[in-house]
C-alpha cells in the first residue's frame, strides 16, 4: 500500500488519468440532472396537487430501489463501462419520452423508468473509481469524485431554474443530451475496469447472505437511510418551502447552487482534515449537522436562513459523505463491489421511495414539524453511528 499523501497536492496527483475523464464526464452528465430536482415544481405548475407531485417523486425512488440492486449487479457481472453506456443511453431515451407525457399515469410510469435508467450507473461508476485507485488515495478520489458532482450541480439547477421560467421541456431535453455526452465520454475514453473471472462471480443468494452478516454495514445503512430522508426534502419540500414564503424559483435555484459551490470550494481540503481520524465519528458528526441544518429551516422564511441552514446541512455532507463511500469501499470484498456499492444506493433509494411522500405530507400539516423531523433524523442517525464507533474501540 502506497503511504497516505501528506498534502491536498500531492494527492491530487496521485490519482490516475482515467479518474480525471471519469470526473469530466460525471460533471457534463450532473450538470444536465435538470429534471429531478424541479420534478415537484414542474408537475404543480401542470396543475396537479403537491401530494401527487410527492407521489411522483417517490415513483422515482422506486426506479432508483430497483437501479441500485441491478446496476451492482451488472457492474459486477457484465462490467463497469458497459453498465454506464446502457444507463446513459437509456436515460436519454427516457427523459425524451417523459417531456411528452400529458397523463399523471403515464408519468408516474415514465418516473420509474427514469429512476431506472439515471441511476442504475452510480453503483459500476462507484465501483470503477474504487478498483482505478489505492485504498490509502479512497477518501480523496471520493471527495473529488463528489466535487465533480457537485460542481455540476452547483451551475445545474441554476441554469435548470431560468429555463423553467420560460419553458419546462428545455429541462429534459437538456438532460438527455447530457447522458448522451457522458456516454459517449465513457465509449472512448474510460476503461472496463476489475474483471472478475466466472469463478469469481458470485450470485445473488450468496452476495445477499454476505452483505447480511456485516453487522458494521448495516449499521452504516439505517443510519443512511435516515439521513436520507432528509437529502430527499432538498428536491421536494424544500422547494415549496421557499415558494410558501413568496420567493420566485430562481431563489429555490441559487440556494440549491450554494450547496454544490460550497462543496467545489470546500470538501477536498475539509477531507483532508477530517480522514485524519477514526471515520465512524466522522460520519457522526457529518450527520447531526445535516439534521441540525435542515432543522434550521423552521427559524423563518428568509434568503439568508435559507442560505445558512444550506451551509450548516452541506458542511455535515462534506464531512460525512467521502470518508462514507471510502467507507464502504474498504468494507467490500473485491468480488462483491458493485453490489457493496448497490446496497448501499439501495438504502438512498429507499429514502427517495419513502422520503417525498412522508415529506410531502408532515409538510402539508405543518411545515416546521418536518424541519424539526428532519433535525431529529440527524440526531438518531448519528447515534447510530457513534454507539457503532464505541463498539469498535472497546470490542474485546
Known amino acids: 500500500m502506497n503511504p497516505l499523501p501528506t498534502s491536498l497536492l500531492q494527492s491530487l496527483k496521485s490519482l490516475p488519468g482515467s479518474v480525471w475523464v ?21 408537475l404543480v405548475d401542470r396543475g396537479y396537487s403537491a401530494t401527487q407531485a410527492g407521489f411522483a417523486v417517490s415513483a422515482y425512488g422506486v426506479g432508483h430501489l430497483f437501479a441500485s440492486a441491478i446496476g451492482g449487479h451488472l457492474a459486477d457481472t457484465l462490467g ?17 419520452a417523459f417531456s411528452q407525457a400529458s397523463h399523471f399515469g403515464t408519468m408516474l410510469v415514465l418516473a420509474i423508468l427514469a429512476g ?4 442504475v450507473y452510480r453503483p459500476a461508476s462507484s465501483a470503477l473509481l474504487t478498483d482505478l485507485v489505492d485504498p490509502s488515495e479512497r477518501v480523496t478520489a471520493f471527495a473529488g469524485y463528489r466535487i465533480a458532482i457537485n460542481a455540476g450541480f ?14 419546462f421541456t428545455w429541462l429534459f431535453v437538456g438532460d438527455a443530451i447530457t447522458s448522451l455526452i457522458f456516454g459517449l465520454i465513457t465509449f472512448f475514453a474510460l476503461p472496463a475496469g476489475l474483471r472478475l473471472s466466472e469463478a469469481q462471480k458470485i450470485g445473488w443468494r450468496e452476495s445477499v447472505r454476505v452483505i447480511g452478516r456485516d453487522t458494521r454495514f ?3 445503512l439505517s443510519a443512511s437511510f435516515l439521513v436520507g430522508l ?5 428536491n421536494t419540500t424544500f422547494g415549496l418551502e421557499v415558494e410558501r414564503h413568496g420567493h420566485p424559483k430562481t431563489v429555490f435555484g441559487w440556494v440549491l447552487s450554494w450547496n454544490g459551490i460550497l462543496i467545489v470550494l470546500c470538501e477536498l481540503p475539509l477531507t483532508m482534515w477530517s480522514r485524519r481520524f477514526p471515520t465512524l465519528w466522522m460520519m457522526a458528526l457529518g450527520y447531526l449537522l445535516c439534521g441540525l441544518g435542515f432543522g434550521m429551516n423552521a427559524l423563518g422564511g428568509t434568503t439568508a436562513v435559507y442560505l445558512a441552514a444550506m451551509t450548516v446541512f452541506t458542511f455535515g455532507e462534506m464531512i460525512s459523505l467521502p470518508v462514507g463511500a471510502a467507507y464502504v469501499a474498504e468494507l467490500a470484498p473485491t468480488e462483491l463491489r458493485g453490489r457493496y456499492m448497490g446496497a448501499n ?14 415529506g410531502m405530507a408532515l409538510f402539508a400539516w405543518s411545515p416546521n414539524a418536518l424541519w424539526i423531523a428532519s433535525a431529529a433524523c440527524g440526531i438518531i442517525a448519528a447515534g447510530i453511528l457513534a454507539d457503532g464507533a464505541r463498539r469498535a474501540v472497546f470490542k474485546p
Do not use: D, H
Open 230 to 234: 432528509i437529502f430527499m426534502q432538498m
Open 345 to 358: 444506493g439501495l438504502t438512498w433509494a429507499s429514502a427517495l421511495i419513502v422520503g417525498p411522500s412522508l
Open 218 to 220: 448495516l449499521r452504516l
Open 116 to 119: 431506472l435508467t439515471t441511476e
Open 154 to 167: 452547483g451551475i445545474g439547477p441554476a441554469i435548470a431554474g431560468w429555463m423553467a421560467e420560460r419553458n
Open 22 to 42: 471519469l470526473y469530466a464526464g460525471t460533471f457534463i452528465n450532473r450538470l444536465g440532472t435538470f429534471v429531478v430536482p424541479f420534478l415537484a415544481l414542474y
Open 80 to 96: 463497469r463501462r458497459k453498465t454506464i453506456l446502457i444507463s446513459m443511453a437509456a436515460s436519454a431515451v427516457t427523459m425524451l
